[in-house]
């Protein structure tokens, strides 16, 4: 099988490290270059712990995307910087998988539009873990049976948007079956957690919760893997995994 030629952005975050084990361990990815807030022409291993050798650090998203061509293009940075790497990779029509959150409807809108008149695939994901999918797809079924729900979306003390993507997404999809209402959500912020989410329903004597728990951001990668070898066959913009899950 053909190596998939990957640029990431943010390699010394807590996601973009994970992200960089994970391309290593891959056998049909190769990491070709990375993008960094500093450390300009420097190599990755100068950078962070890794044995992958002779991968350029570069500072500008548009020398690093046009000088090394990757086949796909990988953003975990923060909400401004990513919507700006993700505009950039598809107006020159690279490939992109977007871990970034923060992106709201209109951005998501833009983008989709900027995607689809470069004929360009792009993944933008609130949330890569295959367990997280899950509970806003079950949240989404429960709506049909309840009226009332709540979120309750907890992450790790340095997480930069509230609410989270996760819970936003969440409360769009509640809110497609209710067709009015939107879910009212809740952002805890602690340090010691990663990234968690609570919907519980209410109703007749009853309440209904459905949670899920990431433990580890490893939780995130096989998500973030398949969206990798799934946006090759793509020439528009998908948000959310659940749109190339099911
Ligand atoms: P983090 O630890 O703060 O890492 C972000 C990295 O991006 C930092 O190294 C930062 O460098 C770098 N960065 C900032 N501006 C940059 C630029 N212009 N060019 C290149 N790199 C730049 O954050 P994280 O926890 O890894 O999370 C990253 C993003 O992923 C966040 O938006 C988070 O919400 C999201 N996330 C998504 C998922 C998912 O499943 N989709 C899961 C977890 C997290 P400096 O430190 O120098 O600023």
Known sequence: MEMIKIVL??????????????IHNHENFKLIGVIDSKNNGMYLHEVIETNIKDVTVYENCEEALTTLKPDVFVDFTNP????????????????????????NSSDVERLQEIASKNQTGCIIAPNFALGAVLMMKFSQMAAKFYNEAEIIELHHNQKKDAPSGTAIKTAEMISQEWKSEIPTIHSVRLPGLIAHQEVLFGG?????????????????????????????QLDSLVYGLENILF
């Open 80 to 103: 401004t910087t990513g919507k700006i790497h993700t505009e950039i990779a598809l107006r020159l029509g690279v490939k992109s998988v977007i871990g970034t959150s923060g992106f």
């Open 204 to 232: 007749q004597g009853e309440t209904l919760k459905i949670r899920h728990d990431s433990l580890d951001r490893n939780s995130f990668m096989k998500g973030v893997a398949i969206s990798i070898n799934t946006v090759q």
């Open 9 to 22: 952005a943010g390699p010394r975050g807590k996601m973009g490290q994970q992200v960089v084990n994970m």
